[in-house]
Structures are given as C-alpha cells and as structure tokens.
C-alpha cells in the first residue's frame, strides 16, 4: 500500500512563498510520475505541475509557469512544490498523486495524499 504525505501549507499574503512537501512510503523510483493538484473552493481538482522520478522531467499548467517549481529528492522519496509570488487564487487545498502504469497491462493506478491547506490573503 502507497502512503503520501503532504505537508508544508500555511497562510501567506499575497507575493509570499511556501513549499509543500510530499513523501512517498516508497522509493518515488515505483512510480512513474507524481503530480501535484490544487482544489480551490468549490472547484475540481486540477493538476498544476508533474514530475518524473527518472530524469526529473517537469510540466506545468500555465497558470502557474514562472511562479512554481517542482523537484524531487530521491533519496529521501520527497517531491516538493515550491510556490512564488503567491495569489489569491492560488488558496485552497494541494494534494500529490502518485502514478503507476502496469509496463504489460497499462493499467493505472493512482494513489492520493490526504491534502495540505494553503491561503493567500492579505
């Protein structure tokens, strides 16, 4: 079973910084990729910014691009999101998913963290 661990949330006003931290009860290598999702309120779940273990490759929603990063340490099977210049909109809830896809099947599966809160307000 995959345990994901967010924490790192908090109350900043806005153009202040946070970075939430995900870890992983196993080596991020197990996966094939872990996402970061923010959940406004009253809002779906969107997907924000991804990571690869292998290679760190990144990818980003647009709305976020140039204010946000992700990175992983593997070593210690944390992937972080580092958030810049934060907004208003950017209040809500951030959870991580893991992903694995099945190399024979292709079958997915998604293993969700309990969520950490963030607000930006002045």
């Known amino acids: 079973q995959v345990q994901l661990v967010e924490s790192g949330g908090g109350s900043v006003q806005p153009g202040g910084s946070l970075r939430l931290s995900c870890v992983a009860s196993r080596s991020l290598f197990t996966f094939n990729y872990i996402t970061w999702y923010h959940q406004g309120p009253g809002k779906q779940r969107e997907a924000v910014a991804s990571?690869?273990?292998?290679?760190?490759?990144?990818n980003y929603t647009e709305s976020v691009k140039g204010r946000f990063t992700i990175s992983r340490t593997t070593a210690e099977n944390t992937v972080y999101l580092q958030m810049d210049n934060l907004k208003p909109e950017d209040s809500g809830t951030y959870y991580c998913?893991?992903?694995?896809?099945?190399?024979?099947?292709?079958?997915?599966?998604?293993?969700w963290g309990q969520g950490t809160q963030v607000t930006v307000q002045g």
């Open positions: 990571i690869t273990p292998i290679g760190g490759s990144s």
């Open positions: 998913k893991a992903t694995i896809i099945n190399r024979f099947s292709r079958r997915v599966f998604e293993h």
